[in-house]
């Protein structure tokens, strides 16, 4: 019988496997399995590799490059975007590119037919993210010089650009606009305009969306690009592996990478490589009706970990098995769940986003973002697909006309698989492409909480003060459920000894791939954060921190306790916490008075409780009638933190101060506005929020 090329493949590997056997996996890196992703944990999944982008495009015959810089994953998910319909419909050769990954001082000679997109998240107060430093310190340094020495430096560069940001920040979408400043100087030529996204305003899909059609007009004039019916190409292969099953060794169901694998979780433990951290201790501090409230305290010795009073503990979520049932149910994979799949990338520039061999079960449960809400470009993509012509054509107007889709879909909340169900009235939506799942809905994000415990009174135990996410959606049966959030309620749940730990009928599978969180251990790494205390423990402190804004000031606060329990000078400690109702949600409430034991008078507690009075009160408020001693404080150099809501409460406080100063210091307002931006600048004035 003739061989096809499957069974030749299979020899091919069996041999290559004999051979890397003998000769005790020297040749390892020959017998890998081409369909496999081995994580490892240094780099996550990125193989040692080129950082000249001009020479990674010239090798893989590419003429456009869409970089990101992305600390969430929505500028990551816009690049692929991006890149996807540059291919689809003007037949440019893209690829996609982590700024991190590539050296900027050859961009000068990227040659004049080439591309460069630019999809810029700003971080927090104007910053790069983590991944774009690098680049953004390059680009917008004083002495940038590029290999060549031509003049103007970037007069070859074609590029375009767009920023994600928020407009409740002081600095809204900076990191777009001063790559864009800078690339312009150094003689770079935009094409179309420097496109804006507004998280504040709630309407980043839609500017996005509103930007990119312009920008393709103008860049296809500028390229001489043919628009063509778009055609969808999958960027990954798919293959269900006949020879393994969910319980073969190497098949990864849910570990984040080789060594999770293989039971040898090593460090350093980072973003690349979660440590499965033991939970200590869980409890609810506040429950009332549909809101509770959660505090951790997640044991990290032993794992090289550490952390510092004001970082970031980072939590890697598990999807509740209610909506992965639902998604393998409505795409017809349900029957084939734990079918073992190799994923290949058919493009030499596309990233696997997870380790394989893998099931679908573990990839929709581990590593898909199923749970978000679904962009309207995604359901313009998918309605080729769809299994019948009425879903079709509903697909189609779902994606072209913004108000009905805000109205169907948007406003609804549905995530990707709600929105099939509602629009397939019950039939499975089979045709698509698993390809097309892998590029169109996001890696998951690790979620982040500000540590609530001071790292100076427990070294190796990191404190999480979470409220459980649960929101009433109007024409809606169910609560849209956080999934983070409620995976960490079920975890204190079966701590708390309950049989069944399932939250709202959520079923997480919280002993994680292989029973390996058995014991309640969640996956978890630590950021290190810029909010800290002032190294002199006797310089005063102002806080505002309402609901769960209070968790790193427990930590500064608990820090403080224990610094003048030492005999320490500890200084003005002032706390400005709000919540609803003293008897509901006064988090650790009974705390603070131990903490006033050992600062005494040097501990100040101003609460403002918007539901307990005939007015609605609430930090800013009390700030005002505190505002002669804030003011003092402030003149005596006293740090200022804000912490929790961005989008509304960290702005009034902005504002309220600057108001507080004017007053006191008999300054006109514009004044005060200036000092509390140099205040800022000086990181007297210090924000964490979300
Ligand atoms: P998610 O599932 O991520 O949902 C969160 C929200 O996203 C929902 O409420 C909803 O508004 C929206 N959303 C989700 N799905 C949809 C959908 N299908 N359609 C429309 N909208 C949708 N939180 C704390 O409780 N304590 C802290 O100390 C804390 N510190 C933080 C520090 C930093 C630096 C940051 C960035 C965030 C912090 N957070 C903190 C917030 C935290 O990271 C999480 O965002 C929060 O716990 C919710 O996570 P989740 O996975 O439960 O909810």
């Known amino acids: 019988a003739q061989l096809d090329t499957l069974d030749i493949i299979v020899l091919a590997v069996l041999l290559l496997g004999t051979v890397a056997y003998f000769t005790k996996g020297t040749y390892w890196g020959l017998a890998k399995d081409p369909y496999a992703t081995s994580y490892t944990a240094a780099n996550g999944n990125k193989p040692a590799k080129t950082r000249n982008i001009v020479e990674k495009m010239e090798e893989s015959n590419k003429n456009c490059v869409v970089f990101y810089g992305s600390q969430t994953g929505t500028a990551e998910d816009y690049a692929s975007r991006l890149a996807k319909e540059g291919k689809s419909r003007f037949g440019l050769e893209t690829m996609v590119a982590d700024l991190e990954d590539y050296d900027f001082d050859n961009l000068d000679s990227l040659p004049e037919d080439k591309v460069a997109m630019f999809v810029l998240a700003t971080y927090g107060e104007g910053e790069p993210t983590d991944n774009a430093v690098d680049f953004y310190e390059f680009i917008t340094g004083e002495d940038v010089s590029f290999a060549n020495s031509s003049e103007p430096a970037l007069g070859n560069l074609k590029y375009v650009a767009f920023g994600l940001g928020n407009n409740t920040y002081e600095h809204y979408n900076s990191m777009v606009r001063n790559v864009s400043a800078a690339l312009q100087k150094l003689g770079g030529q935009l094409i179309g305009t420097a496109g804006e996204g507004d998280d504040g305003a709630g309407t980043m899909e839609e500017d996005f969306l509103a930007w990119k059609d312009p920008m393709w007009t103008a860049l296809a004039e500028k390229m001489g690009l043919e628009e063509r019916e778009a055609v969808y190409e999958p960027v990954f292969g798919i293959t269900e592996r006949e020879g393994l099953t969910k319980d073969s060794p190497e098949v990864y169901l849910g570990e984040p990478n080789k060594m999770h694998l293989e039971g040898t979780q090593k460090g350093p433990f980072n973003a690349h490589n979660p440590y499965i951290a033991p939970i200590a201790e869980s409890k609810e501090i506040f429950t009332v009706k549909d809101r509770n409230c959660l505090h951790l305290e997640i044991d990290i010795s032993g794992s090289n970990l550490s952390y510092q009073t004001g970082d970031h503990i980072a939590v890697w979520p598990t999807n509740a098995g209610k909506e992965v049932d639902r998604f393998l149910n409505v795409t017809g994979l349900l029957s084939k769940r734990d079918s073992v799949i190799g994923v290949k990338a058919l493009d030499p520039t596309a990233k696997v986003p997870f380790p394989t061999p893998t099931t679908y079960d573990a990839v929709v449960r581990y590593h898909m973002e199923i749970c978000a809400p679904v962009s309207r470009q995604f359901i313009a993509t998918l309605a080729a697909f769809a299994p019948n012509e009425a879903a079709k054509a509903e697909m189609t107007k779902l994606g072209s006309d913004k108000d009905y889709f805000h109205q169907k879909i948007s406003n609804k909340y549905y995530n990707i698989a709600q929105a099939l169900e509602e629009i397939g009235g019950g039939q499975q939506w089979t045709e698509i ?258």
Not at 451 to 459: G, T
Not at 484 to 504: I, M, R, S, V
Not at 642 to 652: F, K, P
Request: proline share 6%; with cysteine.
């Open 433 to 690: 492409p698993f390809s097309a799942f892998i590029e169109g809905v996001n890696k998951v994000q690790p979620r982040y909480y500000s540590i609530s415990s001071s790292s100076l009174v427990q070294k190796n135990m990191i404190s999480v003060t979470a409220v459980v996410e649960s929101l009433d959606v109007p024409g809606r049966t169910d609560a849209l459920k956080g999934v983070t959030t409620n995976y960490l309620l079920a975890l204190k749940q079966k701590q708390g000894g309950e049989p069944n730990p399932d939250p709202h009928g959520l079923t997480y599978d919280i002993m994680g791939p292989r029973n390996k969180y058995d014991g309640c251990h969640v996956p978890v790494h630590v950021r290190h954060s810029n909010f800290k205390l002032p190294s002199d423990p006797s310089k005063p402190i102002i806080m505002v921190g309402p609901g769960t804004g209070v968790a790193p000031f427990r930590g500064f606060v608990q820090e403080r306790a224990a610094q003048a329990k030492a005999g320490e000078n500890v200084g003005k400690t002032m706390l400005f916490f709000g919540c609803r109702k003293a008897s509901e949600d006064f988090l650790y409430s009974s705390e603070w008075e131990e903490y006033k034991q050992a600062l005494g008078d040097k501990f100040e507690l101003i609460t403002a409780f918007s539901r307990d009075g005939p007015k609605k009160v609430y930090v800013q408020h009390r700030l005002k009638e505190h505002q002669k001693e804030v003011n003092e404080l402030l003149l005596q150099k006293a740090y200022f933190y804000v912490c929790g809501d961005a989008a509304n409460m960290a702005r009034e406080v902005n504002t309220m101060l600057a108001k507080i100063m004017s007053e006191e210091r008999g300054i006109p307002e514009t004044k005060a506005e200036e000092i509390v931006k140099s205040m800022r600048s000086a990181n007297q004035y210090q924000e964490d929020v979300w």
